[in-house]
């Protein structure tokens, strides 16, 4: 279509426009070209005011034909010269089919995307199956075989011998009972059939009681160091949950860094919020893996060969969440790892429910 910008009225049209604004060619001539459009989408009032200013403007509309039917249309608006004076090409292209091939291309990506969510999801759940059934492997093979010597030479052993096979099968027997106990957890956990008992507690006692706790069962090598700033008289939190956070974190800090090294708990009150940083100087959590390292059995490629099942950091983070709180760290590999945790001084116990 041609336009004088001045009046906006067609002054030629081509069969084509005909065929796609549905009015015949001698009724296009003379018409307005806004009225023609039919579309009162503000994005053909921006392409015609972006016009008026001598741009070149190009926009994606709806119109109404005459029929009444709606289509798409790609528009753009040129100035060209005309005569003595300068006008308005309009170029209009039905935009309809390329539209459809753009749903199409979206809904594709969608599904796509969909897809790989579900494939991730099973591949992680195959991961669970295949590690905690390793992990299960493990603790199972040190039963059988320590029953099998009490089996054929238990009554030749010394007390001592006897007792500690009797101790290796008790051990693994616990540490398998640990590990269902923490499917089922977290289970119970997302499912929302978990509750919060919070209490008044001596949070600095607490602390304490934690790191004697990691010290014992395997921090020996390990210089754990425990600071903290702040009044802590009139915390009430849920223990029992502060505390397996702790237990888990630190454990980790101790686990995942070399004999010798120190572990740091430090313990801040900022405001109504208490603060825990665990910061140990281990192997770090490679940048690539750091984005996941709260899902359900997933483990950085650098931890394979220390043993864990990834069922920690998942439960920490339900059990931070359910409490309030939120969990973060910042990780280098090589240099070591901090985890915070934040949580409310005052569990509102409506939270919990
Ligand atoms: P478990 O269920 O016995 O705790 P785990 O320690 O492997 O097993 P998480 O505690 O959930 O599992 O930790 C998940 C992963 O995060 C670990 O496998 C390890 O790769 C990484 N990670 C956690 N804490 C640290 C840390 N302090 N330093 C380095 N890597 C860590
Ligand atoms: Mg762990």
């Given at each position: 279509l041609i336009i004088d910008p001045a009046t906006d009225l067609v002054l030629e049209a081509n069969a084509a426009s005909e065929t796609l604004l549905g009015y015949p060619t001698q009724q296009l001539v003379g018409t307005s070209f806004t009225k023609l459009l039919n579309s009162d989408s503000a994005q053909a009032a921006d392409a015609l005011m972006l016009h008026s200013a001598q741009m070149l403007a190009f926009s994606t509309l709806p119109i109404r034909r005459s029929d009444g039917a709606h289509a798409i249309v790609d528009l753009t608006l040129t100035t060209i010269p005309w005569m003595q004076d300068h006008v308005t090409l309009a170029t209009l292209r039905d935009a309809s089919d390329r539209l459809d091939l753009e749903a199409e291309r979206i809904r594709t990506e969608v599904l796509q995307a969909e897809m790989n969510k579900e494939r991730e999801l099973v591949n992680l759940k195959s991961r669970f199956v295949s590690t905690v059934s390793h992990e299960f492997r493990t603790p199972l093979s040190v039963i059988l075989s320590s029953s099998d010597i009490l089996t054929r030479y238990g009554e030749k052993m010394t007390h001592e011998r006897h007792q500690e096979h009797i101790d290796r099968i008790r051990g693994h027997a616990m540490l398998m009972t640990e590990m269902l106990n923490d499917v089922l957890t977290l289970n119970k956990m997302q499912s929302g059939a978990w509750q919060l008992q919070p209490g008044p507690v001596d949070v600095i006692r607490l602390c304490e009681s934690v790191l004697e706790q990691v010290r014992i069962s395997r921090g020996e090598h390990h210089v754990l160091q425990f600071s903290y700033q702040g009044d802590f008289a009139d915390i009430v939190i849920d223990d029992k949950v502060i505390q397996h956070v702790l237990l888990n974190l630190l454990t980790n800090a101790v686990k995942y860094s070399p004999s010798g090294s120190s572990v740091d708990l430090r313990l801040r009150r900022e405001g109504e919020t208490l603060l825990f940083e665990i910061q140990d100087r281990g192997i770090g959590i490679p940048e690539e893996d750091q984005a996941r390292m709260?899902?359900?059995?997933y483990r950085a490629?650098?931890?394979?060969?220390?043993?864990?099942?990834?069922l920690g950091l998942a439960i920490v983070k339900e059990k931070v969440l359910l409490h309030g709180g939120e969990i973060s760290f910042v990780s280098r590999v090589g240099e070591g790892t901090t985890f915070r945790v934040r949580i409310p001084c005052h569990h509102q116990l409506n939270d919990a429910n």
């Open positions: 709260f899902e359900p059995f490629v650098n931890a394979a060969d220390i043993e864990g099942t990834g």
